[in-house]
């Protein structure tokens, strides 16, 4: 071989090692690249540029306001809104599904990043998903028949002299204790003999989960009122994001609700969508 053939065989081999460092330096080419997905965020989610968020179907006020969530009104849809824009995504890029609520926490592939439900943070639904932070905690609620005495109560004084109902070993019977007395309270075995004994007029109102106040109030009652929300969360659900097991994009969901809550956001929300809504506090 002469000097010049051994002096481009050298050049060519040190030529071919800059490219091999430079590749690795910039990660390979066997690892999938990031797709920008506009804004700020470059995050991997089932569409790309898309962030897919699931609620019940039909949903419910004062979740999400006239079944439609991406209006933005309601509780839950102003909160994934605000969730979305934390994670860099325009409202338009957000493509709201229904899904159901047992299939969502069941294990298993799932076809939305996000799905927001009121679903309570539990060590047997963690098996099978991810939860973000809470961004709400459930507080009790009373609801009566409306035209009535209790019904038209505005503070915890209001409601003396009125035979109020809850179920037996929930926390709604440990709040309501606490903060109505136990001399006007008539315990049942359950929610549903509840909801019978305040049609039947067995008693004047009743005490539940906020979530169930409205089910009641919507589903259960002809002229249902809920009267207001008791000034306490102690015992309450904490609700939060579900994401699919091992998603990518849990840590940055709970840093996002963080964010709303040391901001403020949260809090004004809940004043808006829920206590201004038809959920006043009594004090």
């Known amino acids: 071989m002469s000097r010049l053939t051994r002096l481009s ?12 460092l430079s ?28 962030l897919t968020i699931a609620t019940g179907e039909p949903a419910y006020a004062p979740w999400v306001i006239d079944n439609d969530p991406s209006s ?15 994670l860099g995504f325009a409202k338009s890029d957000v493509v709201w599904v229904g899904a159901a ?37 459930t507080t009790q609620a009373v609801v009566a028949n409306g035209g009535t005495k209790a ?22 019977l440990t709040v309501a204790e606490k903060l109505l007395g136990t001399d006007e309270l008539k315990v049942f075995n359950s929610v549903d003999d509840l909801v019978q004994a305040l049609k039947s007029k067995q008693v004047d109102a009743l005490v539940t989960d906020l979530p169930g106040a409205f089910y009641v109030r919507d589903a259960q009652l002809d002229n249902g009122v809920i009267v207001g929300q008791l000034d306490s969360s102690e015992g309450g659900d904490e609700f939060a994001f579900v994401l699919p097991k091992g998603s990518p994009l849990t840590a940055k ?14 809090e004004k929300l809940t004043a808006e969508w829920i206590a201004d809504q038809g959920a006043p506090v009594l004090k």
């Open 9 to 20: 065989a050298v050049l060519a081999a040190g030529a071919a090692a800059i490219l091999a």
């Open 23 to 50: 590749a690795c330096a910039s990660g390979g080419s066997d690892k999938p690249e990031t797709t920008d997905q506009g804004g700020s965020s470059s995050l991997q989610t089932v569409t790309p540029g898309k």
């Open 72 to 86: 933005g009104k309601g509780f839950e849809a102003a909160v994934a809104y605000a969730v979305a824009d934390k």
């Open 101 to 137: 609520f047992e299939a969502s926490i069941a294990p298993g592939p799932k076809a939305w990043d996000l799905n927001i439900q009121q679903f309570s943070v539990t060590p047997e639904r963690e098996k099978a998903v991810d939860f973000s932070s809470p961004y709400y905690t």
């Open 151 to 172: 019904a038209e109560a505005k503070t915890l004084a209001d409601l003396k002299g009125s035979v109020i109902g809850v179920a037996s070993g929930t926390t709604s």
């Open 253 to 266: 969901t709970s840093e996002a609700v963080d964010a709303l809550r040391a901001d403020g956001t949260l």
